[in-house]
Nanobody, 112 residues
């Protein structure tokens, strides 16, 4: 069964950086689109970044210039590099393979 497993979250101070990783099972990695979403406390889940098979990326306006998404096909991994983090970035972050495969989510907490 296809799986996505996130790692790399945790607690960081405002202005710090984290890199999230999403390890995909081999059977799902030959796909066109991979996405990162996040769900802040008490809010709806929102799209953060997307990468397609040719490497083209789309970044949400709220994190543009601070977050980047990349993929390493040899490692079956998609990354979300997050720089200059602020408390507003505190959320559970999810890796997603459309239409229906989600990771378990990983907590990112940014302290002020």
């Amino acid at each position: 069964q296809a799986q996505l497993v996130e790692s790399g979250g945790g607690l960081v101070q405002s202005g710090g950086s984290l890199r999230l990783s999403c390890l995909a099972s081999e059977t799902v990695f030959n796909i066109n689109v991979m996405r990162w979403y996040r769900q802040p406390p008490g809010k709806q889940r929102e799209l953060v970044a997307e990468i397609i098979v040719d490497g083209q990326t789309t970044i949400a306006d709220s994190v543009k210039g601070r977050f980047t998404i990349s993929r390493d096909n040899a490692k079956n991994t998609v990354y979300l590099q997050m720089n200059n983090l602020s408390p507003e970035d505190t959320a559970v972050y999810y890796c997603h393979r459309p239409p229906s495969i989600w990771g378990q989510g990983i907590q990112v907490t940014v302290s002020s």
